[in-house]
């Protein structure tokens, strides 16, 4: 039960006070180890393709192993001195693993500039949450990749972690988060990354199999609790949802895109170079700054959803075992 009370504390506090940018976050360590690690990896021996792939095994195992040995540790070692403390780490664990509020903020930091008039803001603001080159980018573009990255990463940021953390705690939570973080750093599919990032982008993609079609479906839940197009946002997921090169990344999009009646995804450019994708949904309408607010909602919506039923799973653990 310690894990259950640790997640609903730790969900709360992340709704309350998000990412405070000055303290320490593990995340922002798993990122340093990644790009440290990779640059000594390369340095030492990625000169085929076959030593960069089994560099980046490498790197992949050891980065998640830390992720979910030392807070395993951790959280031990307090158990073994107080039940009370345990708890406190765990939530505080939980707390910096969720990422519900940060999300919110900095697509609202986007919206804000957007309404401003500020466009030249609007897309620096959103080159912080996205890889896209946004430099040329009109306000409809860039109001759409903010709804695309908000959709998203309901499945990626908050539903996934959450449901890693009921079955396994807050260790298997941080491994989860270590493999999201090494695919969004090395899980290109380009010439640097093509034989490096190739098993932790497979291993990303395994790992989001469940979570990435359990938050569509919680999603669509949301769009009729929030009185969206529920019915459309299922159909458009029915037709939409593996328009993407990863096979789960196009769910949540597919559900927003059908919830709000707009047309999400399509070409962009990354680095400099075009990239063809397939569009989501249908153009029923213009999309529209207001667009990111009416995303933000499903995203709660959706977090919370997803808060009851990783309960639900949890409870049914510790009846079975």
């Known amino acids: 039960m310690i894990t259950l009370y640790a997640l609903l504390t730790g969900y709360i506090l992340d709704l309350?006070?998000?990412?405070?940018?000055?303290?320490?976050?593990?995340?922002?360590w798993m990122g340093l180890i990644i790009s440290s690690g990779e640059a000594l990896l390369r340095h030492l021996s990625c000169r085929t393709s076959k030593s960069?792939?089994?560099?980046?095994?490498?790197l992949t195992l050891v980065v998640t192993a830390v992720s979910f040995v030392l807070p395993y540790c951790l959280l031990r070692i307090a158990q073994n001195i107080n039940l009370f403390l345990a708890f406190g780490l765990e939530s505080l664990m939980c707390y910096q693993i969720l990422a519900t509020k940060s999300l919110k903020v900095e697509s609202m930091s986007v919206y804000q500039a957007l309404i401003g008039g500020d466009l030249p803001e609007a897309r620096k603001k959103l080159s912080y949450i996205v890889?896209?080159?946004?430099?040329?980018?009109?306000?409809?573009?860039?109001?759409?990749?903010?709804i695309e990255t908000i959709a998203e990463n309901t499945s990626d940021g908050v539903i996934a972690?959450?449901?890693?953390?009921?079955i396994g705690g807050a260790p298997l939570g941080f491994l989860y988060k270590a493999i999201n973080t090494l695919d969004s750093m090395i899980g290109y599919q380009n010439n640097c990354y093509l034989f490096f990032g190739r098993f932790a982008a497979k291993l990303d993609d395994a790992a989001n199999i469940v979570p990435?079609?359990?938050?569509?479906?919680?999603?669509?839940?949301?769009?009729?609790?929030?009185?969206?197009?529920?019915?459309?946002?299922?159909?458009?997921?029915?037709?939409?949802?593996?328009?993407?090169?990863?096979?789960?990344?196009?769910?949540?999009?597919?559900?927003?895109?059908?919830?709000?009646?707009?047309?999400?995804?399509?070409?962009?450019?990354?680095?400099?170079?075009?990239?063809?994708?397939?569009?989501?949904?249908?153009?029923?309408?213009?999309?529209e700054a207001e667009d990111i607010k009416r995303t933000n909602r499903l995203l709660y919506l959706t977090s919370f959803l997803g808060l009851m039923l990783a309960s639900g799973i949890r409870l049914a653990i510790l009846q079975l075992f």
């Open 161 to 166: 972690p959450i449901l890693f953390i009921m």
């Open 131 to 146: 890889s896209r080159d946004t430099e040329q980018l009109d306000e409809l573009q860039v109001a759409k990749s903010t």
């Open 212 to 287: 990435a079609r359990a938050a569509a479906y919680l999603m669509i839940l949301a769009s009729f609790l929030a009185g969206y197009d529920a019915k459309n946002a299922r159909k458009i997921y029915q037709r939409d949802k593996y328009k993407h090169l990863s096979p789960n990344s196009a769910h949540t999009e597919a559900v927003c895109a059908g919830a709000l009646n707009i047309l999400l995804a399509g070409d962009n450019y990354y680095f400099g170079k075009l990239v063809k994708k397939p569009t989501i949904g249908d153009d029923n309408r213009q999309i």
């Open 52 to 58: 960069q792939f089994i560099s980046g095994v490498l």
């Open 16 to 28: 309350l006070l998000g990412d405070p940018v000055r303290l320490p976050h593990p995340v922002r």
